[in-house]
């Protein structure tokens, strides 16, 4: 009996855990929107797009993927693949351009259902 009290709660449990929601993120890269990332990076996240890469605070992601954007307009973004992992994860997408096909690597960290971005490889 008392085995399968835990196993009931130990699926509840599980049923009931939710994942970072990274909506917000995938749609702003839809749109080519950087602004609308304001208050989903850490203190510092890893920025690498084509021709730069550094480590820097969100005011500077900010500019760094609004000066990508400005010369690469996104049509699409289609989302390849996402893995959540205790208080982490990571997606993988594909946006595409006028002038191009990209890959995206996105990492983050979750606090509770919000995922904070670590790191931004756009390549």
Same mark, same amino acid.
């Given at each position: 009996?008392?085995?399968?009290?835990?196993?009931?709660? &130990?699926?509840?449990?599980f049923?009931?855990?939710?994942?970072?929601?990274? !909506?917000?993120? @995938?749609? #702003?890269?839809?749109?080519?929107? +950087? &602004?609308?990332?304001?208050? =989903?990076?850490? %203190?510092?996240a890893?920025?690498?797009?084509?021709? +730069? @890469? %550094?480590r820097?605070?969100e005011?500077?992601?900010?500019a760094?993927? @609004?000066?990508?954007?400005?010369?690469? =307009?996104? %049509?699409?973004?289609?989302?390849? *693949? *996402? #893995?959540?992992?205790?208080?982490?994860g990571?997606?993988?997408?594909?946006? +595409? !351009? &006028? !002038?191009?096909?990209?890959?995206?690597? /996105?990492?983050?960290r &979750?606090?509770?259902?919000? #995922?904070?971005?670590? +790191?931004?490889? /756009?390549?």
């Open positions: 009996m008392k085995r399968w009290l835990l196993l009931t709660l &130990a699926m509840c449990g049923l009931f855990a939710q994942a970072a929601d990274i !909506t917000s993120i @995938s749609n #702003a890269l839809k749109q080519g929107n +950087s &602004a609308s990332l304001t208050g =989903k990076f850490d %203190k510092e890893d920025i690498a797009l084509p021709g +730069s @890469s %550094k820097c605070d005011k500077e992601a900010i760094m993927l @609004s000066t990508f954007f400005s010369g690469n =307009k996104p %049509k699409d973004f289609k989302l390849l *693949h *996402h #893995a959540d992992k205790k208080e982490s990571f997606f993988v997408g594909k946006i +595409s !351009t &006028a !002038t191009g096909e990209y890959r995206v690597n /996105i990492t983050y &979750a606090e509770g259902n919000k #995922a904070i971005i670590q +790191s931004i490889r /756009i390549e």
